[in-house]
């Protein structure tokens, strides 16, 4: 059987095919979206277009997919995942064909917005035959370290996800700082090397649209070379004219300074205390000059920088690490894997099976402060700060450790989940919920600490 996988990050999609899986099947595809007319550009192309049509330009239709429409000058009720939709069938479409591809996703996505990828991938015709966290999937490519840190960037926003490994690989839990992203990076780039090139030549690449796009254009070619270098000459062709600057790794360092630290804090923020760590660095992440050199100083001397397949090769792992889901349409979003395959098939063996369990009854209602607040099929959102047009539950009294989106609850296929959206975590029965969990009848969740407690209960009718 011929499987694609696939990397969903929008700074670029990764696409590898299981008899080759150290190449890359297509260039990588960024999340770039630009109306032209009647015609949609997207992946490189628009990119490539980027400053040349600034206002018809969009870049932010995977970092915040939903169904709302966007605002002029963009076509009326053409939403995020149009954008998307049309990205991700597109870039399938370029690849050879396959009979089921594995999809490698950030773990920041929320549940509605996983079943939203799932389903426009189906619709886009495209065999997925799994998902999988992309920070644990490319974890799996490594073989050493039982205490993982994996830090990534997207165009928006950085991730950092801790990963554990004994005989499973778990991905515990994942933060994001939205103050960093790759396009952020390059603009601060982009007007420090026109500042260079004002000083140096006294002309300005950010003066015409066409000379910043060259900029931008050539900006990742400096990057790449500094990232060996110290320092290198970076020419632009303007009036039949080469204008020729020189550029420094430290000044650019310099310049990203305020974005390195924040890099470095999130990454701290998911760091256990007082225990060795690996650091697992995309090849987004180690293509920042003078980054690498800051986080061993910082944070550990142990850093491992992956290839840019690394997390595609990993969702391939699923095949060989993981049972098949089933054929009924649903599929998990996997944040563990067994790394021992036979292990796995004797515990599988020993233990009943799921489906010849009866299954618990789910909860009807969350019990709060005396009173019974039904749990909805859609999102019910809990926290602080829960908008009036939302259905949730605004906590209140000891809310030291709680967040204004704190977690959400879910009627998904008889059963509720919860979906954990905090920093300072939410406890089931005095566990702490690595992500999302199930919940049943009697269950207490505890949100902050000392914090406040709420009751699962079922309320008949």
């Known amino acids: 059987m011929t499987t ?42 628009a990119r490539d277009r980027a400053r040349l049509k600034p206002r018809f330009t969009h870049t ?85 370290g039982a205490t993982l840190l994996h830090l990534d960037l997207h165009l928006h926003r950085a991730a950092a996800s801790l990963i554990r490994r004994s005989d499973q690989l778990i991905r515990e839990n994942a933060n994001v700082e939205e103050s960093v992203g790759i396009i952020p990076l390059h603009d601060a780039w982009a007007t420090h090397i026109a500042e260079s090139f004002v000083r140096q030549t006294r002309y300005d690449p950010l003066h015409r649209a066409q000379s910043e796009q060259d900029l931008y254009d050539q900006l990742p070619g400096w990057l790449e070379a500094l990232d060996t270098q110290s320092g290198i000459s970076a020419s632009m062709e303007v009036s039949g004219k ?108 020993s233990s009943p099976r799921d489906d010849a369990k009866p299954a ?19 999102p019910f959102l809990i926290g602080l700060s829960i908008p009036g047009d939302a ?19 879910y009627r998904i296929d008889g059963r509720v989940m919860l979906e954990d959206h905090s920093q300072f975590g939410s406890f089931v029965n005095d566990e702490r919920v690595h992500e999302r969990v199930s919940l049943a009848i009697g269950d207490c969740l505890r949100l902050g600490t000392p914090g406040v407690e709420l009751q699962l209960v079922e309320v008949e009718t």
């Open 360 to 378: 618990p009854r789910a909860p009807s209602h969350v019990l709060f402060a005396g009173k019974a607040i039904a749990i909805d099929p859609g």
């Open 60 to 144: 932010r239709f995977w970092d915040a997919i939903d169904t709302t429409a966007l605002a002029r000058p963009f076509p009326s009720r053409l939403t995020r995942a149009d954008l998307a939709h049309a990205h991700l069938t597109g870039f399938w479409e370029s690849l050879p064909s396959s009979e089921e591809a594995m999809l490698a996703i950030p773990g920041w996505y929320s549940l509605d917005q996983l079943g939203l990828i799932l389903g426009m991938a189906r619709s886009g015709g495209i065999p997925v035959g799994g998902m999988i966290d992309s920070a644990l999937a490319a974890a799996a490519t490594v073989s050493s």
């Open 4 to 45: 694609l996988a696939i990397e969903l990050n929008d700074a670029g999609f990764v696409a590898i095919r299981s008899e080759a899986p150290d190449v890359l099947e297509a260039p990588e595809s960024p999340g770039y979206a630009v109306v032209e007319g009647a015609s949609l550009v997207l992946g490189p192309e």
């Open 391 to 409: 259905r949730g539950l605004n906590v209140t009294g000891e809310t030291a450790g709680i967040s204004r989106y704190h977690c959400s609850l």
């Open 242 to 349: 080469t204008l020729t600057i020189d550029l420094e790794r430290d000044h650019l360092a310099g310049g990203a300074s305020a974005y390195y630290q924040a890099l470095v804090t999130l990454a701290g923020s998911v760091l256990p205390h007082g225990e060795p760590v690996t650091l697992l660095l995309s090849h987004r992440v180690a293509r920042l000059p003078g980054l690498v050199e800051r986080l061993k100083r910082d944070l550990s001397d142990h850093v491992i920088t992956l290839p840019p397949v690394a997390a595609a090769q990993g969702a391939l792992s699923y095949l060989r690490r993981q049972p098949r889901p089933a054929d009924d349409g649903a599929l998990p979003f996997l944040t563990r894997l067994d790394l021992d395959p036979d292990k796995a098939a004797e515990r599988d063996a």
